[in-house]
């Protein structure tokens, strides 16, 4: 038997040849973690459907983004769970609000040790729970949420939001928030577009984080998760609208749409391993069926070596913790 010549296992044989070589190192910089902050909560609680994450006070919310930043984390993701919703989402656009409180008090406990992002998106804050105003008939208006979501740039900004995440998937969304921003003296404000966001059953978990009022589904504007090609397409025109920073949403299940987006941007590409993958993980661990701390890590890997620059995960207070252990 000829004896092979090419042995790729010469690079795997001990744990420091594999150190060695590895072709990708994730830094705890490259994590955002996402935070509920709720309205009249005197005490953290726990989500059901996402163990060991939390609805924050104002309180507990600065004890997260201190530790936070002390691992090194990039920034953190803020959602406001409101007490009252109405149907235009009035809530959001208030300077008294939950969420632009938690930024204006995020903004001042992180200074410069990390980077304050906030979600504009009106479902947290409109009866119906859709990301938009609605017409006569029930449906989503475009257009007059592309008002509403002017407003909630500037508003944001305004408290303090070093990064303003659209996440509505609004026809136009980069273009409007971006001239409401520079309008209002609000250049150096960043547009992270949630380019690429699916209409996903992982989302589950998030529903209940938030107290969704959603009724029916978002497939009139969320993507169909069965096409690739859009996904591009939708980075394009937000990175032409103005947006700074382009994501793929959720990560795992399209590593083949962010690795698209990846190759073409000429921006940052980031992407997000959103509540479902989180939790499936975490169950998964908790029946002894997997490895958590594997798990976590080959995921987050996973998500990096497809092309995101940064990922927005649950995991990243914990997996900045096991990557300063070592």
């Known amino acids: 038997m000829q004896r092979p010549v090419i042995r790729p296992r010469r690079l795997r044989q001990s744990a420091a040849m594999r150190n060695q070589v590895r072709e990708l190192r994730v830094d705890p910089a490259e994590l955002v973690l996402p935070l509920f902050v709720r309205e009249g909560l005197s005490a953290p609680q726990e989500i059901s459907s996402l163990p060991g994450i939390q609805q924050h006070t104002i309180d507990s919310m600065r ?10 984390i990039g920034g953190v993701m803020l959602f406001g769970v409101p007490e009252k919703r109405d149907a235009y989402g009035t809530g959001a656009t208030d300077p008294e609000g939950i969420l632009n409180v938690a930024i204006a008090a995020a903004a001042a406990e992180a200074g410069d040790a990390l980077t304050v992002q906030a979600d504009l998106c009106l479902d947290e804050f409109t009866d119906h729970g859709h990301c938009g105003v609605l017409d006569g008939k029930g449906a989503v208006d475009n257009d007059a949420t592309l008002s509403r979501y002017a407003e909630m740039a500037v508003v944001q900004a ?21 001239e409401a921003l520079d309008r209002t003296g609000h250049e150096d404000a960043v547009l992270l577009a949630y380019s690429a966001k699916y209409a996903s059953a992982f989302y589950g978990p998030f529903r209940e984080a938030v107290d969704s009022q959603l009724q029916g589904d978002r497939r009139t504007y969320q993507m169909d998760p069965a096409n690739r090609r859009e996904g591009l397409r939708e980075a394009l025109l937000d990175i032409d609208e103005g947006a700074d920073i382009v994501m793929v949403k959720p990560a795992m299940s399209y590593l083949d749409v962010l690795a698209d987006v990846s190759a073409e941007s000429i921006v940052p590409v980031w992407a997000y391993q959103v509540s479902g993958e989180y939790a499936t993980i975490v169950a998964a661990a908790q029946h002894g069926w997997i490895e958590r701390d594997r798990a976590v890590e080959e995921s987050i890997v996973s998500i ?3 092309g995101a620059d940064a990922v927005l995960t649950y995991f990243a207070l914990e ?8």
Do not use: F, P
């Open 63 to 72: 004890a997260e983004i201190a530790e936070a930043a002390e691992l090194g």
């Open 158 to 178: 305004e408290m303090g939001a070093q990064i303003i995440g659209m996440s509505g998937m609004m026809d136009g969304q980069i273009a409007v928030a971006r």
């Open 304 to 306: 990096r070596r497809a």
């Open 319 to 326: 997996y900045a913790k096991a990557l300063r252990a070592r």
